[in-house]
Nanobody, 125 residues
Framework: QVPLAESGGGLVQVGASLNLSCVASTRALNLAHMAWFRQAPGKDREFVAAISSSGRLTYYADFGKGRFTISRDNANIIMYLQMNSLEPEDTAVYSC??????????????????WGQGTQVTVTV
């Protein structure tokens, strides 16, 4: 069973908003840091945002600061990524991940053992 499942992607126009969700299959992941990564065609998977297990700490890639907001609901083991002012460069498959990296390594994809299958986000002009 895939431990994480994303939803909320879609085809939108420039400037639109999307709210991605990531549902965990086990409450054990409430103890984990969680993160969003994305992969555009022909490019490596890159870090988007991370949130600590408690939800008190967040960290964003520069391109997401001021536009993206990561949050989590531990009662329902769901993580969210609110994305505003979307640009064509945001087009990618967005995947959520869970693990226990040190906070200094929350943007390292190899630190996360649990992944979802991804949801496609396409932004058109």
């Amino acid at each position: 069973q895939v431990p994480l499942a994303e939803s909320g992607g879609g085809l939108v126009q420039v400037g639109a908003s999307l709210n991605l969700s990531c549902v965990a299959s086990t409450r054990a992941l409430n103890l984990a840091h969680m993160a969003w990564f994305r992969q555009a065609p022909g490019k490596d998977r890159e870090f988007v945002a991370a949130i600590s297990s408690s939800g008190r700490l967040t960290y964003y890639a520069d391109f997401g600061k001021g536009r993206f907001t990561i949050s989590r609901d531990n009662a329902n083991i769901i993580m969210y990524l609110q994305m505003n002012s979307l640009e064509p460069e945001d087009t990618a498959v967005y995947s959520c991940a869970a693990g226990n990296p040190s906070w200094s390594k929350v943007d390292w994809r190899d630190e996360y053992p649990y992944w979802g299958q991804g949801t496609q986000v396409t932004v058109t002009v």
